[in-house]
């Protein structure tokens, strides 16, 4: 992407001459890659250095997706405005942006908000009613409530 407001460097150079860098530095890339798999010299795992390195670059990247953008806005408006903050169907996403389908929210679910979120799968498809609009799904969300209390004694409260 030539984007010289995002990256400024790009105002020293051509479009041509940023084509002619990315795709030399991509087919080298292919290259590189094709070499290592046919001589087996790959290797299926990622060393541990990396892995915080690519972590590092998927939270940098991860609001220029849409489907992620919309479903942390979607998450903040659920947990805000909703009128059953505490539970959720997949519906209800794909209702609102119906770009994205179950299978992408179900992934974002388990990826962004596991800790947050249970899935409650059942056999048989239940009815039920959400922010005023009954929902038929075999699989909800139900929020975790933390019912953790830390006792604190008088003398450490400012008032």
């Given at each position: 992407m030539y984007d010289a407001e995002k990256f400024p460097v790009l105002e020293t150079i051509t479009r041509d001459e940023h084509h002619n860098i990315v795709q030399h530095d991509f087919e080298g890339a292919i290259a590189e890659a094709v070499h290592l798999y046919e001589y087996k010299l790959h290797d299926f795992y990622l060393p541990k250095e990396l892995r915080t390195d690519l972590d590092y670059v998927i939270q940098t990247h991860k609001s220029e997706n849409r489907h992620v953008q919309n479903f942390l806005d979607f998450m903040e408006w659920k947990s805000?405005?909703?009128?059953?903050?505490?539970?959720?169907?997949?519906?209800?996403?794909?209702?609102?942006?119906?770009?994205?389908?179950?299978?992408?929210?179900?992934?974002?679910?388990?990826?962004?908000?596991?800790?947050?979120?249970?899935?409650?799968?059942?056999?048989?498809?239940?009815?039920?009613?959400?922010?005023?609009?009954?929902?038929?799904?075999?699989?909800?969300?139900?929020?975790?409530?933390?019912?953790?209390?830390?006792?604190?004694?008088?003398?450490?409260?400012?008032?």
């Open positions: 805000t405005k909703s009128d059953t903050p505490d539970l959720l169907c997949s519906a209800e996403f794909t209702s609102r942006y119906p770009e994205t389908n179950e299978k992408v929210f179900s992934e974002l679910m388990a990826n962004e908000v596991a800790d947050e979120w249970t899935l409650e799968p059942s056999i048989k498809s239940k009815k039920v009613r959400i922010d005023g609009v009954v929902r038929v799904s075999k699989k909800f969300y139900k929020r975790n409530v933390k019912t953790e209390f830390v006792e604190v004694r008088d003398i450490e409260i400012p008032f």
